[in-house]
């Protein structure tokens, strides 16, 4: 009886000295906390607040190309011709029948794609007009590639229209996207015929997809313009070698008219007796040519340095921003999780965007199922009032059903908000027994003795 009384006068001393283990809960005690229950209403009125999420530094959306440009090579010479005197014969040379070969894209090629759209069934029906509105072009460029938004970069100089379209159907497969399209060619730039001397235009004729003849070539070029047909030829320059087809030959037999020219081929006209005339046009479009592409290699070697140099300032930029976020010398906005959470501490709200009350209780490993309450989460604001400082509100949420946690997902965060989960009715006692019970046994033997 003795040591009974003994004890239960220690329990009452630990009660009076206040060793008695305090639990955290949110009361409105001074009248300064209201308690709303989380519900799609309040959370609709909670987000109502006005916050704009602090943003990422503009260097991060900044890329190294696409402002640069490359310059001119200038003005090129005059091509000059000497006048000749008229031969007596003139001689039939023919290059060989080159074989055939399917047309190979190349830079500057433009391809028109065609994909399709998720139009209405009036927009299907009506065929042609869909179809255009949704056709786009894109330049090969000097890479070899064309650049398609949401795919990226696609290699296609050196294929075939057939190896093209394949690749593309590749690249769309990899980005989830539709492979239903249509690949064509718009305008063919990347292989060329030069038509000069005597024609009605000098001119640049393209090579397509159906082969360029000589006829077609000088066709183009407005026509042979010579009154003078005996001492007329058609010089061909090719691979480093001249070649000539008299105008009579030309004329009068077909297969010549036929002749398939290839890329880089040059078509002159000429009514003088020596070849120094044609070798001189054929020399002067050789020493323009090298001049033009070694302008350009200039040029895209400038480019290129442009690029790296502004690649590298914004590696650099973009490095020093991280270390300073490492070393928390960034302006951020936090919430705070305390009581029964994993991992108690603060939340980085995130740049550019919105949180809601599900990313900071996940991201941080969620509540504590053990000793949390899942049906007291409180989420603590204050007023942002200066005069009003001390009034805060309390967004209940009841996740004792798990289908209430859909709205945790619709609350969005502000800066300095507080999650605070209460602890279980059996983790208070538990924690109350594990204080006081070597107390009371301490004060129980020392009052025995």
């Known amino acids: 009886m003795l040591k009974r009384l003994v004890a239960i006068a220690a329990l009452s001393s630990l009660a009076s000295c206040g060793l008695v283990y305090v639990s955290p809960k949110v009361i409105d005690a001074d009248g300064n906390v209201t308690i709303v229950p989380l519900t799609p209403e309040s959370v609709e009125a909670a987000n109502r607040s006005n916050y704009v999420p602090r943003e990422i530094p503009a260097v991060f959306f900044q890329t190294a190309g696409g402002t640069g440009t490359l310059r001119g090579a200038g003005a090129t010479p005059e091509p ?7 031969p007596s014969a003139l001689v039939l040379r023919l290059p060989e029948t080159p074989q055939r070969t399917p047309y190979d894209i190349g830079v500057g090629d433009v391809l028109l794609l065609a994909t399709r759209g998720g139009g209405s069934t009036v927009e299907e029906l009506s065929g042609l007009l869909a179809a255009q509105n949704r056709r786009q072009g894109y330049t090969v460029q000097d ?3 064309i650049a398609i938004p949401d795919v990226g970069r696609v290699m296609v100089a050196g294929l075939t229209l057939e190896e093209a379209e394949a690749a593309l159907f590749q690249r769309l497969l990899s980005a989830q996207i539709d492979p239903s ?3 064509e060619i718009a305008e063919f730039n990347s292989k060329r015929v030069s038509i000069g001397g005597a024609v009605g235009t000098p001119t640049i004729a393209p090579i397509t997809l159906t082969d360029l003849t000589l006829d077609a070539a000088i066709a183009l070029a407005g026509g042979i313009q010579t009154p003078d047909l005996d001492y007329a030829s058609i010089r061909l320059y090719r691979d480093g070698a001249l070649y000539q087809i008299p105008l009579n030959d030309y004329l009068s037999r077909g297969e010549l008219q036929k002749t398939r020219l290839l890329d880089g081929d040059s078509v002159f006209v000429d009514t003088e007796y020596q070849l120094g005339r044609a070798q001189a046009y054929f020399a002067e479009q050789i020493t323009l040519s090298q001049f033009r592409q070694a302008a350009r290699s200039q040029a895209l070697a400038e480019l290129q340095a442009e690029v790296n140099l502004r690649r590298g300032s914004l590696t650099e930029s973009r490095s020093n921003f991280r270390d300073l976020l490492a070393e928390d010398a960034v302006d951020r906005d936090y919430v705070y999780l305390t009581g029964e ?18 990313d ?20 603590l604001r204050g007023s942002g009032d200066a005069s009003t400082n001390s009034a805060v509100t ?15 997902t619709q609350m969005q965060l502000r800066p300095n908000d507080i999650v605070f989960i209460a602890e279980q009715p059996v983790t208070r006692w538990n924690r109350t027994i ?8 301490t004060s129980v033997a020392n009052a025995t003795n």
Do not use: E, M
């Open 143 to 145: 890479d070899g590639a």
């Open 341 to 358: 959470v994993k991992t108690p501490g603060r939340f980085n709200l995130p740049f550019g965007r919105q949180a809601t009350l599900a």
């Open 80 to 86: 000059t011709l000497d006048a000749q005197s008229r």
């Open 394 to 408: 309390a967004w209940k949420l009841d996740a004792r059903n798990p289908a209430n946690l859909i709205v945790a």
């Open 360 to 379: 900071a209780l996940y991201s941080q490993g969620g509540f504590d199922a053990k000793t949390g309450n899942p049906a007291q989460i409180y989420l």
């Open 181 to 183: 399209f249509s690949l």
């Open 434 to 441: 594990s204080q006081i019970t070597p107390q009371i046994i």
